[in-house]
């Protein structure tokens, strides 16, 4: 079957890095995105990977290796305000334009 | 705002009762999808409908219906609920069907559903 596997938590501390990293055993997609969901919120869009290599975005960054089947987000100078859950998701290439959510994973600033 | 609204965002009913969500997408977005989130899960895809024609099938139980209506609103029928449909219902759109852009989908703040 087709899966995006992530971490479930991660904590890091306010003004450092993290990456949240995203392994998928799937194929046939256009390209790997990334979403943020605050507590009880909307998912939003934070970026697109449709090629191999890194996507920057500000303090956001995107990654993917196909040849890998792995992609991860990277979130520079952390704020507290990025506390929430971050899914990747892929989009299949089947004619429809749905996402197919990975696991999701919360993380957590901490001052 | 991402311009998409879903009505209602509270809704509290009893085990075998029926309820209808109702998704308005983004002015000019032809396409809308229905996600279904349980509590600290994903998000899991129901179904997808393109200029009122269902465009893809997720994981949707057979008690669960939709469609959208020529002026492009969506509507997600649940019947027969149980406890285990006590969920966040999301509607989300986009302005294409296929495979262009980031294929960015635009959500509303989701109908929160309570069985009890």
């Known amino acids: 079957g087709q899966s995006l596997e992530q971490p479930s938590e991660v904590t890091a501390v306010e003004g450092a890095i993290v990456q949240i990293n995203c392994t998928y055993q799937?194929?046939?997609?256009?390209?790997l995105s990334w979403y943020q969901q605050h507590d009880g919120g909307a998912p939003t869009f934070l970026s697109y990977n449709a090629l191999d290599g890194l996507e920057e975005t500000g303090r956001f960054s995107s990654f993917l290796s196909r040849s890998d089947s792995y992609g991860y987000l990277l979130l520079q100078e952390l704020q507290m305000k990025d506390s929430a859950s971050y899914f990747c998701a892929v989009r299949f290439q089947t004619g429809a334009n749905n996402l197919f959510f990975g696991t999701g994973t919360r993380l957590t600033v901490i001052p | 705002d991402s311009g998409v609204t879903q009505t209602p965002k509270h809704l509290i009913t009893a085990t075998g009762q029926r309820v209808t969500l109702r998704c308005s997408p983004r002015?000019?977005?032809?396409?809308v999808y229905w996600y279904q989130q349980s509590l600290d899960q994903g998000l899991q895809f129901l179904i997808q409908y393109y200029n009122g024609e269902e465009r893809a099938k997720g994981n949707i139980l057979e008690r669960f219906s939709a469609q959208q209506f020529p002026d492009l609103h969506s509507e997600l029928n649940l019947s027969s609920l149980e406890l285990g449909d006590s969920a966040l219902y999301f509607c989300a759109s986009s302005a294409d069907g296929g495979a262009t852009g980031t294929g960015e989908l635009f959500f509303g703040e989701g109908s929160r559903l309570t069985v009890l």
């Open positions: 799937t194929s046939g997609f256009y390209g």
């Open positions: 002015s000019g977005d032809l396409s």
